[in-house]
């Protein structure tokens, strides 16, 4: 059967292979440590689960509305005020099937065959998939290692023409861990209300943050760039729900309600009974969620030394979500392979630890390594690493 050109040139996730490889070794036997993970490795706290327990015993388990119970788009409003001094009203927010969804179907009502999205590189890997699969084009705009993995103005101004409908934003970033300041995001915002550029921002780890540094919703700015900006955000990563398909967007009346009527022909609605999971998390002030930050934090500080401490290995020490992403191009060519790709290849095969290829985001001569796994795993990874490269200088 001939399949559409739509997919012709569609990619498997190469987050979602790594792991998938890794998995299959451990199945084998062998002592794999992944660190490909996109997701935290607690458990969803224990009144979330009850809450949807709850919520099937009360027979909430029909249809909802296609944007989703109002209840939740309330909760995620009053989240929006508290968090990022937003004021959004019902019919400008739609809950999708996690954050992932909302973004293909915002790039579905918003995009022309031809249409371009600046995509800054490194990006996350699905972005330019879905753009690509609504028809657009992903511009790359190749940010700088020195800059922190953040593309200025400048460099914004050179990449738009006349084509030009949107700018993808990440802060913090996956799979770089670095976040603009408020300064950028306005510089930024400048540009693109002059040239009258949608601005998605996705701020889905926007509560993994281990520094001083406050996270900045472009969209607070003002109001023209609220009313050019929508917010992509979810609970899969802030409440380690992952699995309950829960995200949201918010933004413009006219891209929501596009949004949610496609959503009706498409998704129908979330999951009924994640949504008042995700209600209970937004309700509730949880302790074990700075727990869960914690935790991130103390790992990036080890995992990060151990890390850079490997000869050919550099890296700028990240400040979000959980990943980091070194520069192996001098290790690479010390150990004589002619890509990271083959490097990762052989790591994997040699000394049993998957590391996710930074090609897969853009940036061939990174590699991304998630710390959302135990320390003990994390310091037993940097000691084979190390190996690895010594043994093959
Ligand atoms: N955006 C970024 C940057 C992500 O890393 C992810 C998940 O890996 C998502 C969006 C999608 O999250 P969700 O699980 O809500 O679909």
New binding site residues.
């Given amino acids: 059967m001939q399949l559409s050109k739509r997919v012709e040139t569609l990619t498997p996730s190469s987050t979602l292979a790594i792991t998938a490889k890794a998995k299959e070794l451990k199945k084998e036997g062998h002592d794999v440590i992944g660190l490909g993970a ?1 997701e935290p490795d607690f458990n969803t706290p224990n009144y979330i689960l009850e809450a949807a327990a709850e919520a099937m015993k009360s027979g909430m388990t029909k249809y909802t509305p296609s944007g989703g119970i109002i209840e939740l788009k309330e909760a995620i409003i009053n989240k929006f005020q508290d968090d990022n001094q937003l004021r959004y009203s019902t019919d400008e927010v739609i809950i999708t099937t ?4 909302a ?1 293909y179907t915002l790039f579905q009502v918003l995009l022309n065959d031809g249409d371009e999205v600046i995509v800054p590189t490194p990006y ?1 890997v ?1 972005y330019p998939e879905q753009i690509k699969l609504a028809g657009g084009n992903p511009i790359f705009l190749q940010s700088s290692e020195e800059n922190e993995f953040k593309i200025t103005p400048e460099d914004l101004k050179k990449a738009i023409t006349p084509k030009t409908k949107a700018i993808v934003l ?1 802060s913090p970033s ?1 799979p770089t861990g670095m976040m603009y300041s408020k300064g950028e995001l306005e510089e930024l915002g400048k540009v693109c209300l002059e040239h009258n550029i949608l601005i998605v921002s ?1 701020e ?2 926007e509560k993994l943050i281990y520094t001083a540094d406050q996270h900045v919703s472009i969209a607070a700015l003002s109001p023209e760039l609220k009313e050019q900006t929508v917010v ?1 955000n ?1 609970v ?2 802030s409440h380690s729900m ?1 699995g309950w ?3 949201y967007a918010a933004g413009p009346q006219t891209i929501i309600k596009a949004m949610t009527n496609l959503a009706s022909h498409s998704t129908s609605n979330p999951t009924s009974i994640a949504q008042y999971a995700a209600l209970a998390a937004y309700e509730s002030n949880d302790a074990s969620l700075s727990k869960m930050k914690e935790a991130f934090s103390e790992r990036l500080n080890a995992f990060y030394d151990l890390i850079t401490d490997i000869p050919g290995i550099t890296c700028k020490k990240p400040k979000g979500a959980f990943y980091i992403f070194p520069n192996v191009s001098e290790a690479v060519a010390m150990n004589g392979f002619s890509s990271a790709d083959d490097w990762v290849k052989a790591i994997l095969e040699e000394e049993k630890v998957a590391l996710v290829p930074g090609s897969g985001f853009g940036s061939p001569e990174n590699v991304r390594l998630s710390y959302a796994l135990g320390l003990d795993d994390l310091v037993e990874a940097a000691k084979r690493i190390k190996r690895f490269v010594e043994n093959h200088q």
């Avoid at 996690?98 to 969804?101: T, V």
């Fill in positions: 996109g996690g954050a992932k969804h973004l996350w699905s990440n996956n996705d889905i780890y992509i979810g899969s990563k992952t398909r829960i995200g």
